[in-house]
């Protein structure tokens, strides 16, 4: 590398009295540490890449291809089990003139005379002595092998010849140090893979095994899959420099990526090649070149972008924040890089839209299908769930993004059309109806109306002439979407749904005479004089309806009531509330029934309908809200009497007989419930207040018995075996319920409680 000196013109007048600075005899060894220990802030890289470099400049020099011949750095075992970093070139080599004379003299080099040699200094092979031990340089010239072992003298380096002897291979130099433990040879590693990222003319081998590393270069940048910088750097003839942002006067840039550059550009390394020199030339050619990588990233992605057919086609790729670009086998997120390019980003071209920028009808999309609703859709497992609202775009990717089948239907959807298009469709699928709504164009003043084209379009903002062009547009947008749906508007007129619906009647006339029972067909045997009742019944599905004949005369025989389901009841709410009469014992029971078979039914006591089973005139329902309510008053009153308080039984005496009485009445009246049973339960009881209030007085001193003393539950009693903890704890327990006594009871100040045994 040429190192540029810059002569200043000075024109003395008069006699030269001027002196050159000189450096003392005595101060070589200090400039030597400078040159060495002084000079390197990661010794470990600077070995790998001075060692690196040297051998890559010794090739070139001997006018070899350096890719075809590259140094090959090693990190392996000796014969004796230690870990050695060794670089090895097939350069022009080394003799003993070439190593004493040059090699060993500081600031000498054969490189300042070429800027296509990395090296000038004079001190990058000395870099070693930086990490405090030796190094053996094995050198071959010209027939003769010689190993040199260099350490560090008392004064200056020191350097000793171990042997010479004559050699057939090739000319080269092998520089070779010990790693120190494991933890050293794991730096040596990560920082070899780092530094040696981009080098085509190196090949690291690590135990044995070739480091692979894919490059990509372009003419102005390059990345590698072995570089671990997450933001861009400058390549100096493959080597990595880190960019100093503070002095460029930016923030650094998320892109993986590294700037070429070469020495004839005028970036030069510091001598310890860990850096490069900064000044306004260095920053205004490493700006130029963001730049410049910027625009080509920027035009890659704008190639990409091309014109869509319809709305549907591009609205994935419209108004997108995060900009992509994939460059060999790597993809780049470019948005960092985006601010420094010249050239803009382009948006994609919809065929069909002019008036405004397609961006515009996305972000506007939930007012596109107004008119339209949800009538039903079908999700991922062929479940069929009703909606009846609003199509709002952004929320059904149906639509647009395609992740299912979106069909017109008529409304009302339901019935045999529902039924036919569920077997139809299987799943995925998307039923939407005409809502009605027409838009108006509006713009009154004084009148803001979001829903009309005025506002939506703000036709405010735009020359009353193109209002049509507008809303035309609009439109236009609507029904490339609409188009996609699948019309089964007259699904009724259809071959397919015709036989369908002949095939369902056969079937239901076959099962008026056959009942199903396990999978398997059973005869109903329905006699003149019988009634069709559907029980419900306990299945793996929650509550189902077992459909059976039984004689009308038998009916009043029942020694249970039957809660009559007719249609239009609220079936969905009663098999939540079912499951609590479902038990043994129960003298409830509950079945559905049709209109022409509830006509045959007579009127006694052993039937009733369910507005009746949810009034007071029902028993068996008040008992069981009301046993679910006093149980929980119950457990409330348990969790304070499980202290062990003799004094604290004492104050509660007084509930004794309302608790037995309680207690009794649940253990009567309460089945095992879950929560949701309970919560159906309550909610009717609570909204027509159904509960049984024979007890409520005793429910009311129950439950004000357990908010009184619930405090104990706050204290965590000691353990057993701690007998002053627990007698303390006792006396505690005891002065706070007096106290509390005193309060709850508005006793008069000074009054006195005793406690007899």
């Known amino acids: 590398m040429i190192i540029q000196e810059q002569v200043k013109d000075v024109v003395v007048i008069g006699e030269d009295t001027s002196k050159k600075a000189k450096i003392s005899q005595d101060k ?3 400039l030597q540490y400078l040159l060495t220990k002084g000079l390197y802030k990661d010794p470990i890289t600077a070995v790998i890449a001075e060692w690196t470099n040297n051998g890559i400049d010794s090739v070139v020099q001997a006018g070899k291809d350096p890719i075809e011949n590259p140094v090959l750095v090693k990190i392996e075992k000796d014969i004796a089990g230690q870990h050695i970093f060794s670089v090895e070139d097939k350069g022009v080599g080394l003799d003993n003139h070439d190593f004493e004379d040059i090699c060993m003299n500081y600031l ?22 930086s990490l405090e031990r030796s190094a053996s340089f094995i050198c071959r010239k010209n027939g003769v092998e010689r190993k040199y072992l260099v350490y560090e003298g008392a004064e200056f380096v020191n350097y000793d010849l171990v042997y010479e002897k004559p050699t057939t291979e090739e000319n080269g130099v092998k520089a070779e140090l010990v790693i120190n433990g494991w933890s050293e040879k794991n730096l040596f590693v990560d920082k070899a893979k780092q530094k040696l990222a981009y080098y085509d003319t190196a090949v690291l081998i690590i135990d044995g095994n070739i480091i692979e590393s894919k490059i990509f270069r372009s003419e102005d940048f390059q990345y590698s899959s072995l570089s671990t910088s997450s933001n861009i750097h400058i390549c100096l003839k493959d080597v990595y420099y880190a960019i100093d942002w503070e002095a460029l006067g930016i923030k650094p840039i998320d892109v993986r990526i590294g700037l070429r550059m070469s020495l004839s550009d005028g970036i030069t390394p510091t001598p310890s090649r860990e850096s490069y020199i900064t000044n306004e030339k260095t920053k205004q050619l490493i700006l130029d070149k963001i730049q410049k990588v ?8 704008n190639d990409g972008v091309k014109e869509f057919d319809t709305f549907l086609d591009a609205y994935e790729h419209l108004g997108v924040s995060i900009y992509n670009v994939k460059v060999g086998d790597n993809s780049f997120c470019i948005n960092p890089l985006v ?14 839209i002019t008036q405004r920028d397609a961006v515009f009808y996305k972000k506007e999309k939930d007012h596109l299908l107004t008119g339209y609703q949800i009538s039903a859709y079908l999700d991922d497992y062929g479940t069929m769930k009703n909606a009846g609202r609003r199509l709002w775009v952004s929320k059904d990717n149906y639509i647009m993004q395609g ?8 409304s009302p959807f339901a019935g045999n059309v529902k039924e036919f298009l569920k077997q139809k469709y299987k799943k995925s699928a998307l039923f939407v109806s005409d809502s009605g709504f027409r838009r108006k164009l509006g713009g009154k003043k004084g009148v803001t109306d979001y829903e009309s084209y005025y506002s939506i379009l703000q036709l405010y903002s735009v020359k009353k002439h193109l209002w ?5 547009e609009f439109n236009f947008v609507t029904s490339t979407i609409v188009s996609t749906f699948i019309d089964e508007t007259d699904v009724t007129s259809d071959p397919a749904f015709i036989k369908w619906m002949d095939d369902k009647k056969e079937a239901q006339k076959q099962k008026r005479l056959l009942g199903i029972k396990n999978g398997t067909y059973k005869g109903l045997n329905k006699q003149l004089g019988d009634v069709t009742l559907a029980y419900s019944y306990k299945s793996i599905r929650g509550i189902s309806f077992k459909k059976e004949a039984f004689p009308i005369a038998n009916l009043h025989k029942n020694h249970f009531v039957t809660v009559l389901i007719e249609e239009g009841d609220d079936i969905e709410k009663l098999k939540e509330i079912i499951p609590g009469f479902n038990f043994t014992g129960s003298t409830v029971k509950f079945a559905t029934v049709g209109k022409k078979e509830s006509k045959k039914i007579p009127e006694c006591s052993q039937f009733i309908n369910v507005k009746k089973f949810m009034s007071r005139d029902c028993k068996p329902f008040s008992r069981l809200a009301s046993a679910i309510v006093f149980k929980k008053a119950l457990e409330e009153l348990d969790s304070v009497k499980k202290y062990k308080s003799e004094v604290f039984r004492k104050f509660v005496s007084h509930l004794h007989k309302d608790e037995i009485a309680l207690r009794d009445y649940v253990n009567k009246n309460m089945a095992y419930l879950d929560d949701k049973a309970k919560t159906a339960i309550l909610e009717v009881a609570d909204e027509n207040k159904l509960y049984d209030y024979s007890l409520w007085d005793v429910y009311t001193r129950i439950k004000e018995g357990a908010k009184k003393y619930d405090f104990i539950n706050l204290l965590a009693e000691p353990p057993y075996y701690k007998k002053e903890m627990q007698e303390r704890y006792q006396k505690l327990i005891n002065q706070i319920l007096l106290f509390r006594m005193k309060y709850y009871n508005d006793l008069p100040e000074g009054t006195k409680i005793v406690i007899e045994n």
Request: no cysteine; aromatic share 10%.
């Open 28 to 30: 070589l060894a200090k």
């Open 108 to 129: 000498e080099s054969t490189k300042d005379q070429s800027n296509e040699l990395i090296g000038a200094f004079g001190i990058g092979m000395k870099s070693f002595l």
């Open 294 to 301: 910027a625009n080509w990233f920027v035009e890659k992605y």
């Open 339 to 352: 601010n420094y390019a010249t050239t803009k980003i382009v948006t994609p071209k919809v065929k069909g």
């Open 403 to 410: 992740e299912g089948k979106t069909v017109l239907v008529k």
């Open 468 to 472: 049509r062009k507008h809303i035309d």
